[in-house]
């Protein structure tokens, strides 16, 4: 009886966010945009290059598809929720808050991250280009760190419009001036440069690719971005159990 009413719960909150067509247009246009994986791979002879190029986000139609699915659930459907007080009809329902919250986490920004990793696979095996498994990590890191800072962000303004702001500029601020920092790191082989990975991994992926030089504090970056990921997710379960409306 309890795991049916759990899985009743699940599905209100699914369906919320994912009413008809959202997924009939979402995943069919993430598999096919995968084509410019195919087509950066295809020129000349920078064939990593090509490959790191398919996989920054913005370029990546899939990617940046994944990511603003995300970012819907979150500020425009939870986090709207909160803003108008409304969050109180699910905290009421017969289930644990914790439970609440990873059901709640699972369909706004696991779900979009499976549709895109499927969709991928899928694409990658079905082209047979050998597309490195590091680059799906990497997306897989920065997608949980920037969606995680959303939600903590969301949880703790209550205004929409504040939320799309300063979570716009957080991101923007890691991405672009991250990305001009390790920029500017590896040209003069500045201490700046390891803090930067973990904003902007992309700027050192394509150095190694053109130069076939390897970043030995890369994968440093990539590990301080995942913990620093679980230390937010931490955080926005904390604030969630102690939520007042």
């Not at 699940?10 to 945009?33: G, H």
């Not at 190029?53 to 709207?80: H, K, Q, W």
């Not at 699910?90 to 549709?115: A, E, G, H, Q, S």
Request: with cysteine.
């Amino acid at each position: 009886m309890m795991r049916s009413r759990s899985f009743q719960i699940f599905r209100l909150i699914f369906k919320e966010r994912y009413r008809q067509p959202t997924l009939e247009l979402v995943i069919p246009t993430m598999l096919v945009s995968n084509v410019f994986i195919t087509a950066f791979y295809a020129r000349g002879v920078f064939n990593i290059y090509g490959l790191v190029l398919a996989f920054v986000p913005l370029i990546s139609v899939s990617e940046t598809l994944a990511f603003a699915l995300a970012l819907r659930n979150i500020i425009f459907v939870t986090g709207d929720h909160i803003y108008r007080g409304s969050i109180i009809s699910f905290l009421m329902m017969p289930i644990k808050r914790i439970n609440l919250f990873f059901f709640t986490y699972f369909c706004d920004i696991i779900l979009p991250y499976l549709y895109w990793l499927s969709t991928t696979e899928l694409y990658i095996f079905l082209s047979g280009i050998p597309v490195p498994q590091y680059l799906v990590l990497v997306y897989t890191v920065g997608y949980y760190f920037t969606e995680n800072i959303v939600l903590l962000t969301a949880l703790s303004f209550r205004s929409g419009g504040i939320v799309t702001l300063l979570s716009g500029t957080i991101i923007g601020i890691l991405f672009i001036f991250g990305g001009i920092a390790g920029y500017y790191g590896i040209i003069t082989n500045s201490p700046i440069a390891p803090i930067a990975t973990i904003s902007n991994p992309y700027v050192f992926l394509i150095y190694e690719a053109i130069s076939q030089k390897q970043v030995a504090y890369l994968n440093v970056g990539i590990y301080s971005e995942a913990l620093i990921s679980v230390v937010l997710f931490s955080v926005s379960l904390l604030k969630f159990k102690k939520m007042e409306v």
